[in-house]
């Protein structure tokens, strides 16, 4: 555990942006945790990987970073293992610690950045699986009285890249542990999604194994989102959004080629990717930011960028989405400060 001030934040989310905060500190243990809890600040985050935030402007309060390790096998019966990691643990290291051990469940999440923590407060999903398939608990220490609690799935009120700590209980825990479900061989590999199953193809791939296709997700990722490490980005900025049926005959008509994947309870998902390509910003650059030239759906940073200019393309963005389409795109990245609008 150690503790500074005025501190730069570059290097500690993956947009890069050279913001700073009153304070920092970083946890090991829930122990660590609850000593930081006694310091008088009144405005505090959990920061893990930071690769679902943008920073808006500085922090004038104290950032708590997450590193509490360690993965363990917590229950085996039959084909079914429960296991449980540190909400510091890095996710795709965990998803290669599960595939060296024969588990499946986890492959088709493989390469989203960001650490354990952070995976149940979005409910990380990809290529048709998200985390609250396999989850089945959550330690958390509640910020304000120090006391842990455990959460279950149903407790986490899961959704499309929604939890409960996205709006009720925001800000409001600290996630110290994380407990999943997985399988032991591949009876249940997810491969209809996305183009999992050609890359596979294109890898000479019939009887995949989850391996192959952690694999096959690695490099269909790899080929189409750029690296942190040297252009700044948060991933997918915003949701892919809902409509009703009737409304996707609606815009089927008017744009036929654009894409339709049924949801629940008669509501139809289309690709906010698509939309904004659509709009003319894939691969555009506007000053020190832009819509990246593979993926319109991710904002990046040219390297000199500040918060207020990327919330300001991202909302330029929206703008045309909604001027052209009717559609309101809303974002996936946790907004930290108060964006100009």
Sequence with gaps: MFIATDVSLRSYHTFGLDVRTAALAQFNTEADLREL??????????????????????????????????????????????????????????????????????????????????????????????????????DGIDLTTGRKRRFTAEDCRFGYRYSIFKDQLKSQFAITRITLRLERGTNRLSLEYGAIREELDAMEIRNPTAADVSRAVVRIRQSKLPDPEVLGNAGSFFKNPEVSAMRAAELSEEFPKMPFWPMAEGRVKTSAGWLIEQCGWKGRRVGHVGCYARQALVLVNYGEATGAELWEHAQRVAESVASRFGIQLIPEVNVVGQPRS
């Design 37 to 138: 809890l006694n310091l008088d600040w009144t405005s505090r985050m959990v920061l893990g990987g930071g690769s679902n935030v943008l920073f808006a402007e500085d922090y004038e309060g104290l950032v708590l970073v997450n590193r509490i390790e360690g993965i363990s096998i917590e229950e085996e019966s039959g084909t079914t293992v429960t296991i449980s990691a540190g909400a510091g643990v890095n996710w795709h290291g965990l998803v290669l610690w599960s595939l060296e051990r024969g588990l499946s469940g986890l492959e088709n999440l493989s390469l989203i950045p960001g650490t354990c923590g952070a995976a149940p407060i979005q409910n990380i999903g990809a290529y048709g699986v998200e985390l609250s398939d396999v989850f089945v608990s959550l």
